[in-house]
């Protein structure tokens, strides 16, 4: 699986390299789900954390204070935990949870939007394919349409350039 940058470097469609996009966008975007969805489980995992830290804090309080014959009421507990440094350091590390989450979730959307500009790219180039010498859907099958592509791909990529490296 690749790392979240590698698939933020490749969010964009290549049109250039057109056809290595399209049979590479199931398995990045399966990736970019996947990971979205780690990172969803890891904010519900630092949410369940912060709810047992208070839990835990407030039975501490509730404890000390009985013992004290101090007259306790809920707020000011729940005022005593929110304040607690490990209550904080779990708040903080909720948010950050649910910040990378959020993020994640707009990768996969970025890549929800690429596998639409593929789609379009390909209804473009499939255009410009009927629109050169003539050829018609009707007369594709008698049309050698390797050729056809062929010609498209040379104009599209002046000066011979290589194909990109996609090997990992």
Do not use: W
Not at 53 to 82: N, W
Not at 116 to 121: L, N, R, T
């Amino acid at each position: 699986m690749l790392s979240v940058d590698e698939l933020r470097a490749r969010r964009a469609v290549d049109v250039d390299e057109i056809d290595l996009d399209i049979a590479q966008q199931p398995e990045l975007f399966s990736d970019v789900s996947d990971l979205a969805a780690d990172t969803r489980a890891e904010a519900k995992a630092a949410k369940a954390n912060l709810d047992a830290k208070k839990a835990d804090i407030a039975i501490q309080y509730r404890r000390g204070l009985i013992s004290t014959d101090v007259k306790i009421t809920e707020t000011s507990v729940t005022a005593l935990v929110d304040k607690h440094e490990d209550v904080v350091a779990c708040k903080l590390a909720v948010i950050e949870a649910e910040r990378t989450a959020s993020k994640m979730d707009g990768l996969v959307g970025a890549y929800e939007q690429k596998r639409s500009m593929i789609k379009y790219m390909v209804e473009l180039m499939l255009h410009e394919m009927f629109n050169m010498k003539g050829i018609t859907p009707q007369t594709l099958s008698t049309t050698k349409v390797a050729d056809v592509q062929a010609e498209i791909t040379q104009a599209r990529r002046p000066n011979g350039r290589r194909r990109r490296n996609t090997t990992s």
